[in-house]
Every structure is written in C-alpha cells, then in structure tokens.
C-alpha cells in the first residue's frame, strides 16, 4: 500500500533563549567519540483529545521545541568536529505533513514497508561530515508533525 504524504511545511525552530557563552562548546563523552552514528527512528500515535485546530497544535508544538531547546541546547548546534558540538543556537528542523489515508489499515497491520513511509527521511542513509546539523540533517534532530484522519502523530 502506497501513502500519500503531503508536506505542508519544514521550517527551522531555534532555541527560545540563546546558549550562554560558556556552554558554547559541548565536549563529546569518549563513547560518543567512538561509538557510530546511529538514527533509531520512533513513530507515536495519539488519538484526538481535544477540539483543538491543527494549526494551533502546531504552534504549541513549535513554542514548546523552542522552549526546550533552550535546555538541550546541543540539539539546536552543528556538530564541529569529532570531539566537539557547537553550540550555536541555528535550531532544529520541525516538519508538518498530512496523511490521506485511512490509519486503521496501517495499524492493524504495520508492515516495515508501511511505517518506512511515515519517516521524515530513510533511516539507513550516510550521516553528514562535521559543520552539519547535530546527527543527520535529515533525520535525528527533525520533528514530524503529521495529521491523519484528524489524529495527530510525532516522529
């Protein structure tokens, strides 16, 4: 089965607050530095609970990433080189999209082909060299908000 996923739009979310000057420079852990890179991608499903509109979710959603950023602020860096993240505040990327089909067939049965579907990017591509996004530009520090017969979804 083949989803039809429209984007409706990819923007950059930096930090609520910029990183204070001392926290520029996030050293790497010796296991960081060795360990490959690696993107684990996790799809949520959530039911509706409230009336309220998709483009104000989306907004608190966005207010919220923005708020914390500001806590996590190496997600919102470049990776510098192999031992450091700058810490520079660039944000990261929050994408919206909206599903038309019926989400009861990919949840009755959630075939690997189906899920591969509703991820922003392929999880198996290369990562990027140093001076890229923290992780791959394209997957691990992005944000899908998805909206399917009304329900939302994060990835």
């Known amino acids: ?7 409706i739009s990819r923007e950059t ?4 607050s910029p990183t204070p000057h001392h926290l520029r420079t996030h050293k790497l852990s010796l296991l960081d ?3 490959p890179p690696v993107y684990v991608p996790i799809l949520l ?5 409230t ?3 998709p483009t104000k979710k ?6 919220s990433l923005s708020k914390t950023l500001t806590y996590f602020y190496p997600f919102a860096g470049r990776i510098k080189d192999c031992y450091t993240i700058d810490c520079n505040d660039e944000g990261a990327t929050y994408i919206e999209a909206q599903i038309d089909s019926d989400m009861s067939v990919v949840l009755k049965e959630p075939g690997i082909d189906l899920l591969l579907q509703l991820l922003p990017c ?5 990562f990027p060299e140093p001076s890229a ?7 691990s520090d992005q944000l899908l908000f998805l909206w399917w017969d009304g329900n939302l979804r994060l990835y």
């Open 13 to 16: 979310i930096k930090p609520s």
């Open 58 to 63: 989306s907004c608190l959603l966005k207010n």
């Open 1 to 7: 089965m083949e989803l039809k996923v429209q984007f």
């Open 122 to 126: 392929d999880p198996l591509e290369k």
């Open 33 to 35: 530095q060795q360990a």
């Open 45 to 49: 499903f959530y039911s509706p609970t």
């Open 133 to 139: 996004p923290v992780g791959n530009p394209s997957c």
């Open 51 to 53: 009336d309220i509109s």
